[in-house]
């Protein structure tokens, strides 16, 4: 048996049964088991949604005589840091909450967890802006000690510098965080597992991509949900169809992990979007 | 119901009460220029400057007009704003939740997978795509109506109602959902308006009025904060309503009102 059938012999039922686990465990996402020709229907449905999309990403070309698909893979690894730090720093300030809200510290407990509620209903370009003036603009003294994070931009140097590197991460990392932070002191809150804490972040993925549009706006973070933005207005609408398509794609993506990995009395995961 | 969510449920609904009241008594000043005492600069409120607010309770913005006026106007268009949106959005996720389940399994399942799709978007570049590509044009960006603004919000998140009315707790998750898309709506809403689609000057909403906020923070806080304040208090009293309501497992609460009609199939 050449390679190329064996892999197919394996791949294929594995494929099949995802498939399959997706799209009966789907309660989780609230779709139920489609077959035969309402798969075909549907497959048809998101293909003209997509090959809209992909025809309008040309005219990005006409503007800045590249391709819509090079400057997006080219700012990629920037806002996956941004995101992937915050969703950290997200996770660990709910784990100090969860962790607090034990017996002797409990008021502090649910005095972080209300913070991080509160956070959540702040609108995040205010919080953003706010924490860009005290943080940045001005500096604040903290123990003693004076501090003053860099307003903008992802680094100072052009050469790797880790110091660097982590000072103007930090602002926005948390301030994007913030967004997150609360929904996942709910999850950890009612019966914890890493399954249903996953899921929730599934649910609330849309949420982190909108405000991390705002962060990398506010804080000139060179990520994808800046290039959209020039002279701060919207312009570029091939950009922002990247985006959208992209983002879309990685939330479909997460969410069918999520749904692969969730049991059927999952279905009460729910995670408040702020955005 | 928890008796926190009563109470805030309340207290919304004085809120609400307040400024429907209060909109036509202050509407003039709302966009009125205090031209007796405005020296060019943000008047500072009362509790911070007593002899030169020149009776405006919370100050001025930075072209002097009252920011008490401002916020109980743009209050009433921003939770009308919010309200209609949240209305045409379940006009829009019944109408579909009607074709899905009596237009046969073929509709269902498409209205499902496009249901799926939409939801899976950002929601904030979604908005600024839909104003950008709807309102502007080379030049000049045409001034949306709040009925066209409500349907930009209520295009973008009926999926969440609709799933709520197809699922099998439907009544629960329904008014779950409703009450965190308002907040969501609320907040998308003030975002967008920041960024200066949405309602155009003079009319205030609690968005608009933050659009200068990084000039203006610096030489009058309150111009920035109280808008904020608002905006926060709001959803802060729609997330204690939501909190309250009793979670999705114990369906049988919700059941006894005459909501059955609603309810999706299992």
């Known amino acids: 048996m050449p390679v190329n059938s064996r892999l197919a012999v394996a791949l294929v039922p594995a494929v099949r049964m995802s498939a399959r686990i997706y799209l009966v465990r789907l309660p989780l996402l609230e779709v139920r088991a489609l077959s035969g020709i309402y798969k075909v229907l549907s497959a048809i449905l998101a293909a003209i949604v997509i090959v809209c999309g992909v025809l309008y990403l040309p005219t990005h070309r006409f503007f800045f005589q590249r391709s819509a698909y090079s400057e997006f893979f080219e700012r990629l690894p920037m806002t996956l840091e941004l995101v992937i730090a915050s969703v950290i720093i997200g996770l660990a300030l709910a784990a100090i909450c969860t962790l607090l809200s034990r017996r002797p510290t409990a008021w502090l407990g649910a005095a972080l967890a209300a913070v991080l509620f509160l956070c959540m209903c702040i609108p995040v370009f205010w919080i953003a802006l706010t924490g860009q003036l005290v943080f940045a603009a001005h500096g604040i003294h903290i123990f003693g000690y004076f ?79 800046r290039s959209f933005f020039a002279n701060g207005e919207p312009y570029h609408t091939s950009s922002m169809v990247a985006f959208l398509l992209f983002g879309a794609a990685a939330v479909i993506i997460v969410r069918s992990v999520a749904a692969i990995l969730s049991r059927p009395d999952d279905t009460d995961v729910e995670a408040f979007q702020p955005l | 119901m928890k008796r926190s969510a009563i109470v805030a449920a309340i207290v919304l609904a004085l809120f609400s009460a307040f400024i429907i009241i209060a909109t036509p008594i202050v509407g003039d000043r709302a966009s009125m220029i205090d031209k007796v005492r405005w020296e060019g600069y943000p008047m500072a409120p009362c509790f911070v400057n007593a002899s030169e607010c020149g009776g405006h309770i919370l100050g001025s913005d930075e072209n002097g007009r009252d920011m008490v006026a401002r916020l ?21 996720a019944f109408g579909l939740m009607l074709l899905a389940r009596h237009g046969g399994p073929i509709l269902d399942r498409i209205v499902i997978a496009f249901a799926e799709g939409m939801s899976a978007l950002p929601r904030v570049p979604l908005a600024l795509l839909i104003a950008i590509v709807t309102f502007a044009t080379a030049r000049h960006y045409i001034h949306p109506s709040t009925l066209q603004i409500a349907t930009w919000f209520g295009v973008i998140f009926w999926p969440a109602a609709f799933f709520a009315m197809r699922s099998r707790a439907a009544p629960i998750r329904f008014a779950r959902r409703s009450v965190g898309d308002l907040m969501t709506i609320l907040l998308v809403s003030s975002t967008i308006e920041f960024f200066g689609y949405g309602h155009q000057p003079p009319t205030p909403t609690w968005g608009n009025m933050l659009a200068n906020m990084d000039s203006v923070s610096e030489i009058a806080w309150w111009a920035s904060v109280f808008p904020a304040v608002c905006i926060v208090v709001t959803v802060l009293l729609l997330d204690i309503v939501r909190r309250g309501l009793p979670p999705v497992q114990d369906a049988a609460w919700f059941d006894k009102l005459a909501m059955t009609s609603l309810r999706g199939s299992p």
């Not at chain 1, 000072?167 to 609360?182: D, F, I, K, M």
């Not at chain 1, 009612?190 to 982190?208: C, H, M, Q, T």
């Not at chain 2, 106007?73 to 704003?81: E, F, I, K, N, S």
């Open chain 1, 147 to 225: 501090v003053q994070l860099p307003s903008a931009g992802f680094a100072q140097y052009d050469a790797f510098n880790i110091t660097d590197r982590l000072t103007h991460l930090v602002l926005p990392a948390t301030l994007l965080a913030l967004v997150q932070a609360g929904a996942y002191v709910d999850s950890m809150r009612s019966d914890f597992s890493v399954r249903r804490l996953f899921a929730a972040f599934a649910l609330l993925l849309p949420a982190i991509l909108s405000a991390d549009v705002l962060i990398e706006i506010i804080f000139a973070w060179p990520g994808v949900g």
């Open chain 2, 72 to 92: 109980i106007v743009g209050g009433g268009v921003t939770l009308g704003t919010a309200a209609l949106a949240l209305f045409i959005e379940l006009a829009i």
